[in-house]
């Protein structure tokens, strides 16, 4: 695409919608063209970028906004499903990082893959991506080791365990021949029992500001393997959600992956 491709960001005063924001400010590839925020939201009517007196305000729906080519959406549930008909309207790309779907939610997105560009991710980071990759390796070549997923969030986290822990007991699991929905633990409280052969627990810790902490442990006898990945910065979604909607912008109809794209960075 020769001109800058016009983006709209859902959940835009949220805490990744600000991180959008801020590398916007910097970023010849786009033009913000229509923001929005939850219908109650405090900063409805706001000006989006502070000092930019008329130009663009927050907006709670999806009812002026202009031709656009790419949706970047970190709101949550109902959020999402706003900028989904919306992309299905005007056929806009979505990319959604939004996690905590439900199983209906779910079902609308791969319905919507048939008529628009779609590139989901639970975590946009580089980082995590390679994680995902070294865990396959790894779950693969110790099969009969335990494994076990850790994840830290900040205390207003949503949802439990993180979308970025269940991606990886997806890939860990696909890896090991079997389903998540198989295998997994997700709470271990009273008289349990032993751990059952096979099986992925998930532990969860909440609190503070903790961006984002991810570590798969693989225990054996006498040894154990431990992968991990910290965000400190939220930019490093952002920059990854980006670069994501720089490259699906004109994109064909699909569910595409961070994977497609970061094989192109290379
Ligand atoms: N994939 C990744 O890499 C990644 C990274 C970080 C977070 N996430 C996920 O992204 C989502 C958002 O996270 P966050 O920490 O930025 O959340 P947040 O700080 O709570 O922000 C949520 C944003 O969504 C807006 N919103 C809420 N309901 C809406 C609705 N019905 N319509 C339109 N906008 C609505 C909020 O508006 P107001 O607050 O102004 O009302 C706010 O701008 C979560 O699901 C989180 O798990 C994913």
């Avoid at 970190?74 to 299905?88: E, I, N, P, Q, V």
């Avoid at 990886?168 to 021949?177: D, I, N, Y």
Wanted: aromatic residues 4%; contains cysteine; hydrophobic residues 45%.
């Amino acid at each position: 695409m020769t001109r800058p491709v016009r983006l709209a960001i859902s959940g835009a005063s949220g805490r990744m919608g600000r991180a959008l924001l801020h590398l916007l400010g910097e970023d010849v590839r786009f033009e913000l063209v229509h923001a929005v925020v939850s219908p109650g939201s405090t900063h409805a009517g706001q000006p989006v970028f502070a000092g930019h007196g008329d130009s663009l305000r927050y907006a709670v729906d999806w009812t002026h906004a202009p031709a656009l080519d790419v949706v970047i959406d970190f709101s949550g549930a109902a959020g999402l499903a706003t900028a989904l008909d919306h992309c299905r309207v005007c056929g806009a790309a979505l990319v959604s990082g939004t996690t905590g779907l439900d199983a209906a939610m779910e079902v609308r997105l791969a319905d919507a893959g048939k008529h628009i560009a779609i590139l989901r991710a639970a975590n946009f980071s580089l980082g995590v991506a390679v994680l995902t990759r070294l865990l396959r390796e790894a779950a693969a070549a110790l099969p009969d080791w335990d494994l076990e997923i850790v994840e830290a969030h900040h205390s207003r986290k949503q949802d439990a365990p993180s979308g970025t822990a269940l991606a990886l007991g997806h890939a860990a699991a696909a890896a090991r021949h079997t389903a998540l929905e198989q295998a997994a633990v997700y709470s271990r409280e009273g008289q349990t029992g032993e751990r059952v052969d096979g099986s992925i627990g998930f532990a969860v810790v909440r609190g503070g500001d903790i961006v984002g902490e991810h570590t798969a442990v693989l225990i054996g006898q006498g040894e154990r393997l431990e992968l991990g990945h910290r965000a400190t910065d939220r930019s490093i979604f952002a920059r990854g959600a980006l670069q994501a909607a720089h490259w699906l912008a004109g994109h064909a109809p699909g569910h595409w992956q961070l994977d497609d794209v970061i094989a192109t960075l290379r």
